[in-house]
């Protein structure tokens, strides 16, 4: 793939929370974890060409970060409070797992979500939409903040709750 494609660049940037969270989830290190994000980045930037269109490119990001984060690690290996690597290779097969999970998460998200009385559905799509907060959702329907806050939670729950059945039942179902 040209990593100066349009294609390349929206892959690439819809990436990033993911990756940033999958480095953050196996070095903890907020400050580092930064600086491997930005490594990786560039390191995707220079192995453009090597990603295969049609592949998980988040997958492929998250495996390019994890030998980031191996290389963070040997320098800080000497540190005492690291921990060892088979540690970090157990949490990033979990994350690997959660990875492979997003898509039929999502796909029981966005079934679970209709399945919420209206008047839950709009207020969490619209406290979710761009710039929405529970402050301004509350001067718009005339309640208190604590009062779209307790819905706000009990639509949450109820969604955890419903992706959680539906993830149980039959996680191949939602794809």
Request: charged share 30%; with cysteine.
């Amino acid at each position: 793939m040209n990593r100066d494609s349009k294609e390349f660049i929206l892959l690439m940037t819809e990436a990033q929370s993911s990756i940033y969270a999958y480095i953050l989830s196996i070095f903890p290190d907020r400050s580092r974890a930064r600086d491997i994000l930005q490594e990786t980045n560039l390191t995707m930037w220079k192995k453009a060409d090597q990603f295969t269109e049609g592949t998980e490119f988040t997958a492929w990001g998250c495996k390019i970060a994890y030998f980031h984060v191996l290389s963070a690690r040997r320098k800080l290996a000497r540190d005492r409070h690291v921990f060892d690597d088979s540690l970090l290779d157990y949490l990033a097969e979990r994350q690997d797992e959660r990875l492979a999970e997003l898509p039929a998460r999502h796909i029981a998200l966005r079934r679970c979500l209709e399945r919420l009385p209206k008047p839950q559905r709009e207020l969490v799509k619209a406290r979710y939409a761009p710039g929405g907060s529970v402050k301004d959702i509350a001067a718009k329907l005339g309640r208190s903040v604590g009062s779209v806050s307790q819905t706000l939670y009990r639509a949450r729950s109820a969604l955890l709750d419903c992706i959680e059945k539906s993830m149980r039942s039959d996680p191949e179902q939602t794809l």
